[in-house]
């Protein structure tokens, strides 16, 4: 069946505010629907002129972002005012790209360098804005609060080729705990741009991802993970256990009495929706204050890295029994 094209990249919508607000009330009118943030041509096209402008710019009224783009509050603009303002300051059409929309999303800690913007037009230079030019015009886009900017697919693609793998390894991580990673999307967006910088990495991340998320039922990741303690000499763990804990009562997939150590087996079938996601944590919570050490084991921790999630289980279970004073 024939799919339409993914819409266009679209830049920030530009607003026109009523008529006979005066220079004053224009620039609150922009600044409450952009962040605190307007342009020189908004505001001429608003009826402002370009002498009651530049006289609000000499007495602070109007502060530069970028050129020809201000922030009409008395503090620094915000992250997101910063991208509004290079969006603005960009060429028509842009979308925040690269960092700027990983940290939109939550992926990355906001930076207070360039703002990164993608664009389908020719290169746009101007001081603190980096603008990447890219042909596929078409690539689906999305708004992250009430911003244009690239898709997840697309963002996760670009860091790798910006940034490189450390910094798009905890980008995924950070993704993947959210729960906002899209695999079939990532995957569309490597097939569609496969020879451009940044696949690579993103394909070494994509793979051990997808072993993970198979949708292993329970029975199969507890069948494996008691396989790992019978091949690495671990004391046997009780097994799907009730736990008493703050007045109420948690089944525990593994736990050990004595070090007072529950495992909990991550299946992405049984812990994919963010509702299960924080009664999850809400759980671990309870069980650290009751003074059990909780850790979350996922399939490969428990089979392909089974040597190693042995070996630091061991050690977590020595230092716990140092701390409790304790034996086996």
């Excluded at 109007?62 to 060429?91: I, W």
């Excluded at 996760?156 to 905890?170: C, K, M, N």
Aim: with cysteine; net charge positive; aromatic share 6%.
């Amino acid at each position: 069946m024939h799919r339409p094209p993914p819409p266009p990249i679209q830049g920030p919508s530009r607003p026109a505010p009523p008529p006979g607000l005066g220079p004053d009330r224009t620039i609150r009118w922009f600044g409450a629907r952009q962040y605190d943030v307007v342009s020189r041509r908004q505001l001429l096209g608003a009826g402002v002129s370009a002498g009651e402008i530049d006289g609000r710019v000499r007495r602070g009224v109007l502060v530069r972002v970028f050129r020809g783009v201000f922030t009409t509050s008395a503090v620094a603009a915000s992250h997101e005012g910063r991208v509004m303002a290079a969006l603005l300051a960009g060429p028509a059409g842009a979308v925040a790209s690269h960092g700027t929309a990983a940290a939109l999303r939550g992926m990355v800690p906001v930076s207070r360098g360039p703002v990164h913007l993608t664009s389908a037009g020719p290169q746009h230079r101007r001081p603190g804005i980096v603008v990447h030019r890219s042909l596929s015009h078409d690539s689906a886009s999305t708004v992250v609060s009430g911003l244009p900017c690239t898709s997840m697919a697309r963002t996760v693609v670009d860091l790798a080729a910006s940034e490189g793998p450390v910094v798009t390894e905890r980008a995924w991580s950070t993704s993947a705990g959210n729960r906002t990673l899209r695999p079939r999307a990532i995957e569309s967006e490597l097939r569609r741009f496969g020879g451009r910088p940044g696949t690579a990495v993103v394909r070494r991340l994509l793979e051990p991802h997808r072993v993970t998320v198979t949708g292993r039922t329970r029975s199969e990741l507890e069948n494996a993970a008691l396989a790992m303690c019978g091949a690495h000499d671990l004391v046997p763990p009780r097994a799907s256990t009730l736990v008493e804990v703050e007045g109420a009562s948690y089944e525990a997939d593994l736990l050990w009495d004595a070090p007072r150590v529950v495992v909990e087996l991550d299946a992405w079938s049984t812990h994919g929706d963010p509702h299960r996601f924080r009664t999850d944590r809400a759980r671990d919570f309870d069980l650290g204050l009751s003074g059990w050490f909780v850790v979350r084991l996922v399939w490969a921790d428990v089979t392909t890295d089974a040597e190693r999630t042995a070996h630091r289980l061991r050690r977590l279970f020595q230092r716990r029994l140092r701390e409790l004073g304790r034996r086996w």
